[in-house]
């Protein structure tokens, strides 16, 4: 792919995100503005995350830009959608090698689905504890 195909690939990427961003706002009742963007994002942003500006949500809105998964995960939770399927648009559910279908993931709900994103984001360490814990877990059930 020579240079010109990838910044048109990157451009309609950011413009196909942002068509998904406005139609999840509109399907849950908002109107597609930046400064509503900007106070339902921060209202919903961790403690640890930098709140964002009305110029960062018009750029989600306007294909100038795709937030971080980190900012992705937010706005999925208050939009009620996959963050994959906001990201990537409907097709995203599978994985090339058809991992997602052999593990039974695309039959969990949202939240059971959010969870394992952000457990495997966790660094290995945290990961084995939390193995421990569920284990833990699943030995006290009768």
């Avoid at 971080?68 to 990537?88: G, I, Q």
Wanted: some cysteine; hydrophobic content about 40%.
């Amino acid at each position: 792919m020579n240079g010109t195909s990838q910044y048109l690939s990157v451009m309609s990427a950011k413009q196909d995100f942002s068509n998904r961003l406005r139609e999840a706002m509109q399907r849950q009742g908002y109107k597609a503005s930046a400064t509503l963007l900007e106070h339902e994002f921060n209202l919903r942003c961790r403690d640890e995350m930098t709140p964002i500006s009305t110029q960062a949500a018009w750029n989600w809105l306007n294909g100038k830009a795709i937030p971080t998964h980190e900012r992705m995960m937010v706005l999925a939770n208050w939009l009620n959608v996959e963050p994959s399927t906001l990201r990537f648009g409907s097709d995203a559910q599978r994985s090339p090698d058809g991992a997602t279908d052999r593990l039974g993931i695309g039959q969990i709900d949202y939240l059971d689905r959010q969870f394992m994103e952000t457990y495997l984001a966790l660094p290995a360490v945290e990961r084995r504890l939390m193995q421990e814990i569920v284990r833990r877990f699943s030995l006290a059930q009768p």
